[in-house]
């Protein structure tokens, strides 16, 4: 169907070149997708090349070859990313948080400090900086909504709860969720977002997209389907792409 999270420069150990283009785009087609989305990681600005994607994509008709952006939300940080949203035509833009008052907290080394915390208190920081991006109006997309749970850490308080404030935000300014598979391959080894919220997220009238998370070719479209058969499990009939910034509907019936 459709993978709207992939990392074409991975963690910057490898240049956007038409070989490592061609390498997303050929799992791509292998693996029967309609639409890709590239959206590397905003602090490798430099090493991007948009104009190239899209030279590339040319070649491949039977793909929707989407150009996005996964910028990391911090506080005080949006006049940043909006320089940056202003110097290219993207179709859609991930909003991730992966810091807490400058705390990097889901890089591997930082998995004691999650449980030498308070539980409940962790998640209640987090969803507030979650809950700060999806108001400032900068985003089409937040990115692996439920990320604080990646070492397993689960809060006493019910998620719904803690999560209320920026899933009211999200359907507030008409954002999109995705359904990102690359937490199976995290020490707490489920899809972001968990069942629970995937529901209310179906209830509250919130529209999904999917993501693999890849990092390189061969992730690209990981487990996709199986997503889908939970979406649809969930009653949700259809999910989104984009174009130009515009949402565009894929039926899951």
């Known amino acids: 169907m459709l993978d709207l999270h992939v990392h074409l420069l991975g963690h910057n150990d490898r240049e956007a070149n038409q070989e490592t283009i061609r390498a997303f785009l050929d799992q791509a087609s292998q ?15 430099d090493q991007m090349n948009f104009p190239l994607i899209r030279e590339v994509a040319k070649d491949y008709p039977q793909l929707d070859v989407r150009i996005g952006l996964e910028a990391e939300y911090r506080p005080n940080d949006e006049g ?18 992966h810091e807490i008052q400058g705390w990097a907290f889901d890089v591997p080394e930082e ?24 108001s400032s109006g900068l985003f089409t997309t937040i990115g692996h909504f439920d990320l604080i749970k990646i ?41 972001y977002p968990e069942q629970r919220l995937r529901e209310e997220i179906r209830r509250r ?8 998370d890849a990092h390189c070719a061969e992730v690209v479209g990981r487990d996709i389907d199986e997503a889908i058969q939970l979406l649809r499990q969930s009653g949700v009939h259809s999910i989104v792409g984009f174009a130009n910034l515009d949402k565009v509907n894929y039926s899951l019936d």
Do not use: C
């Open 205 to 212: 009238g919130i529209d999904f997209t999917l993501g693999s």
């Open 151 to 191: 070492f397993g850490i689960r809060p006493k308080t019910d998620i719904l709860m803690l999560a209320d404030e920026a899933l009211s935000a999200v359907a507030e300014h008409g954002l999109v969720l995705e359904v990102n598979t690359n937490g199976r391959y995290k020490p707490v080894q489920e899809f």
């Open 111 to 134: 998995e004691p400090k999650h449980w030498q915390k308070e539980a409940d208190e962790l998640y209640r920081e987090y969803f507030e900086v979650v809950t700060r991006a999806a």
């Open 80 to 97: 940043r990313i909006k320089h940056l949203l202003e110097q290219f035509s993207f179709d859609f833009v991930i909003g991730s948080v």
């Open 31 to 45: 693996r029967g997708l309609k639409e890709i989305g590239f959206a590397d990681h905003d602090y490798y600005w």
